[in-house]
């Protein structure tokens, strides 16, 4: 995990005009299960109670934050036919939690991340619109595809759908979802027959102030990107670094014009940590013990039997790294716990860490640091932290951020008393929310044919 460095001078070209006035939208993606949380902190709240996201929602709404995000998933994270207990586990179901939330927030967006492959479009719209009428407006929903087979098999439909297929049918899925969300009232019902949804279905639900809910894509392949050019308002990628940053906006904005859009009418949020600190070396310091924690011994052992399909506890993780070939079960597509390029592309993974170990001469576990946490983080002093965001949204790189905390909840605190006030200082953070619903907070247009 190398903290980002970022040259305030570029200008790049991201397919937007440079923007004095931008302002940073905010949201915080709580994962709920994973590596980047971590368990250890001596400060730290129960990952999974309900006091938890309570006090983190009203912290969130607090500092103006547009949205509070989870993710989802209908099957928790295994390791070796087991679930990985070292990680946080146990996965209510998003809209169901941000409902409880609802209650007792007034403005910040509620997003329910949910998968297009394994529900319904009838089914799922409903809720969804149940959410965003009884919040006033202020639910998002953040279309998914989800990356593996085995969900599935977890209940309902079985290992279906190959990659590409899964964004045909979110895309039909999006297309149908919308339709009945604009059809309140109409005399007719709204009919989809494609062969990977079909459906004749009634609104149930009236539409709330904000029309529909907003819809967020995450997935960063060339069928993640034309959905969201599509469909989307917001996109959470992972492309964090500037560069990569640029290169990500200006295919986004590509896309979206050749969809007959306007480049504003999405927000890219890339996904974010932020690690501060009084001075750059306390910040530093603070990042080495966060990723530390996030990548302990146990878990840089679970985390090469991911890779390796063994049990490697036998191994040191100080030392060396296994000099045994990984089981051949490990190839099958249909286990869920890495990215299926990781997966393909095992073999010459393992080699390329195991040449990048030799060189630098890495231990086990100071390999999984290098190669075993994902985003890069925005490590320093709250006014040099302001700085890049700033940068990043006057140059429209981003239109802001969608924080992972890694500890609960000291480091969204550290956000909202620290980081907040230097945006604000800087004119690029809202010093008071000024709309009622997501859409609002997001400044994006209405949407298009939006029953009222
Ligand atoms: C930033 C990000 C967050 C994601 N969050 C979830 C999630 O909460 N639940 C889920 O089932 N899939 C999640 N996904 C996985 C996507 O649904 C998708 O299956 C995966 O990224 C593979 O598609 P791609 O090749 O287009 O990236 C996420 C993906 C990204 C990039």
Redesign the pocket.
């Known amino acids: 995990m190398t903290a980002l460095a970022v040259d305030l001078d570029r200008r790049p070209d991201t397919g937007a005009a440079y923007d004095v006035v931008a302002q940073v939208h905010l949201g915080v993606?709580y994962?709920g299960v994973g590596p980047q949380l971590v368990w250890s902190d001596p400060d730290g709240l129960d990952h999974t109670a309900v006091s938890t996201y309570l006090r983190i929602v009203q912290l969130l709404e607090r500092g103006l934050f547009d949205a509070f995000f989870?993710?989802?998933?209908?099957r928790v994270r295994e390791n070796r036919g087991r679930i990985h207990d070292l990680d946080p586990s146990g996965r209510p179901d998003a809209i169901t939690q941000l409902s409880a939330l609802a209650s007792v927030t007034h403005r910040i967006g509620l997003v329910a991340?949910q998968?297009a492959?394994y529900n319904h479009p009838a089914e799922l719209s409903r809720r969804l619109a149940g959410l965003d009428l009884l919040s006033g407006g202020r639910a998002g929903w953040?279309?998914?595809?989800?990356?593996?087979a085995w969900?599935g098999a977890n209940f309902r439909a079985g290992a279906w759908l190959p990659?590409e297929r899964?964004?045909e049918r979110a895309a039909a899925f999006a297309a149908t979802a919308t339709a009945l969300w604009q059809s309140w009232g109409a005399d007719v019902p709204v009919e989809a027959h494609s062969e990977l949804v079909r459906t004749t279905a009634r609104a149930t639900v009236p539409p709330s102030p904000q029309g529909r809910p907003v819809l967020f894509q995450?997935?960063?392949?060339?069928?993640?990107?034309d959905l969201a050019a599509a469909h989307a308002d917001v996109v959470?990628?992972?492309n964090t670094e500037f560069d990569s940053a640029v290169s990500y906006a200006k295919d986004l904005r590509t896309r979206l014009r050749a969809c007959g859009r306007s480049v504003d009418s999405v927000r890219i949020l890339p996904?974010a940590t932020v690690i501060l600190g009084a001075t750059e070396a306390e910040a530093t310091d603070k990042a080495r013990w966060v990723l530390e924690q996030q990548m302990s011994p146990p878990r840089a052992l679970a985390f090469f039997e991911q890779f390796w399909g063994t049990d490697l506890s036998g191994y040191d993780p100080h030392g060396p790294l296994p000099d045994i070939e990984p089981s051949p079960d490990e190839l099958d597509p249909s286990r869920g716990t890495i990215?299926?390029?990781r997966r393909t592309g095992k073999t010459a993974l393992i080699a390329s860490w195991r040449a990048m170990a030799a060189e630098r001469r890495l231990s086990i576990v100071q390999l999984a640091r290098e190669v075993g946490t994902r985003r890069a983080p925005f490590v320093g002093t709250p006014g040099r932290v302001a700085d890049q965001f700033a940068h990043y949204v006057r140059t429209r790189a981003a239109d802001g951020f969608?924080l992972g905390p890694h500890t609960i909840p000291s480091s969204l605190e550290d956000v909202v008393n620290l980081l907040v006030p230097e945006l604000q200082e800087r004119g690029v953070y809202r010093s008071a929310y000024t709309g009622s619903t997501l859409r609002e907070h997001l400044a994006l247009p209405a949407p298009a044919g939006a029953a009222s």
């Open positions: 993606f994962t989870l993710g989802d998933g209908q991340t998968n492959t953040n279309i998914v595809t989800t990356d593996n969900t990659h899964r964004y995450s997935g960063d392949s060339s069928g993640g990107r959470y990628s992972l996904g990215t299926p390029e969608n």
